[in-house]
């Protein structure tokens, strides 16, 4: 009888262990690049009214080359990113696809010294000289985010070519006895076609318009590389004058900075999945592509 009852209950607790493992299983898993818009997307985030995901597992990489690799590599089951870096990757890469439906909305604008209200204005009055039509055709600004349409990427997400005509913009050395005479810049030069490194110089969208600010104003330009988490926070310390890292513009970022005016209002965040995934192939929504990330 014991026996009898031992094997019952083995059985009932098999039975229970296999149906907790069906119900629950593992926690989806997306990877984002850490420290952006995506990141704060599945976690949750108030500023930018966010709820997140308590169901999904967020995995952070330096880059979204590297999400890719480790999705392909079966690390992961789906990367959020930046909806321009997003077709950059697609673009490289014959195993995954982008599900283009904005997933956020957001506005990329640069992050000022609190302390240097001159400075946000001298930026705004750049901003408006690189919005400004030329002679009624594109503007400047529109010419240069144009040079980086066809940037080809390694699988890494490292730029590999596509961008032979472009020079790059060269880091003077900071000289902390004439800080009146440089504009000094923090970045994160991983996120092309905003930022990245092209040999020992810096190239993308930011790094041009920073070139330009400089010259506008008359100055010397230093960038300074560092972690993206880094890059609002070390505004104001140590020289710092002024972040420009494709930043949307959040509250908890406005206790750091002020931000200048707008330059860039096409960013959203996107999904990319595995070339032969279909599970998002019938959405037109963005609530019908949540809605199945919510039950994963």
């Known amino acids: ?54 169901n999904i597992e967020c995995k952070a990489f330096n880059n979204g080359g590297l999400a890719v690799q480790a999705m392909l590599n079966g690390q992961i089951d789906y990367v959020i990113i930046d909806n321009e870096p997003a077709k950059q990757l697609v673009a490289q890469n014959s195993e995954i696809k982008m599900i283009d439906i904005a997933l956020t909305t957001e506005q990329y604008a640069y992050g000022v010294d609190k302390t240097q209200t001159t400075l946000l204005q001298q930026v705004n009055n750049a901003i408006a000289a690189l919005k400004a039509p030329i002679l009624g055709g594109p503007s400047l600004l529109d010419a240069i985010m144009a040079k980086y349409d066809n940037l080809q ?8 070519g596509g961008d032979e005509l472009i020079a790059g913009v060269e880091s003077a050395q900071k000289d902390t006895s004439n800080p009146n005479g440089q504009l000094v810049v923090a970045t994160n030069a991983a996120f092309a076609p905003f930022e990245y490194k092209k040999g020992n110089k810096f190239a993308g969208i930011d790094m041009e318009v920073a070139q330009f600010i400089a010259t506008f104003l008359g ?21 710092v004058d002024i972040a420009m890292a494709g930043l949307s513009v959040t509250e908890t970022r ?3 900075v002020n931000f200048s005016d707008v ?28 809605d199945i990330l919510k039950n994963k």
């Open 263 to 290: 330059y860039f209002e096409g960013a959203y965040q996107v999904l990319i999945v595995k070339k032969d995934n279909t599970e998002f192939d019938n959405c037109t929504t963005k609530a019908q592509i949540e």
């Open 1 to 54: 009888m014991k026996k009898f009852i031992k094997a019952i209950f083995a059985g009932i607790l098999a039975s229970v262990c296999l149906f907790a493992f069906t119900a629950c299983g593992p926690k989806c898993k997306i990877g984002v690049q850490q420290g952006t818009t995506g990141e704060l997307y599945v976690n949750g985030n108030a500023d930018m009214m966010l709820p997140g995901f308590e």
């Open 219 to 239: 100055l010397e330009l230093v960038i300074e590389d560092m972690d993206f988490d880094a890059v609002v926070t070390s505004v104001g310390k140590n020289g």
């Open 153 to 160: 990427y390694d699988e890494d997400g490292n730029v590999i």
């Open 254 to 256: 406005k206790q750091s």
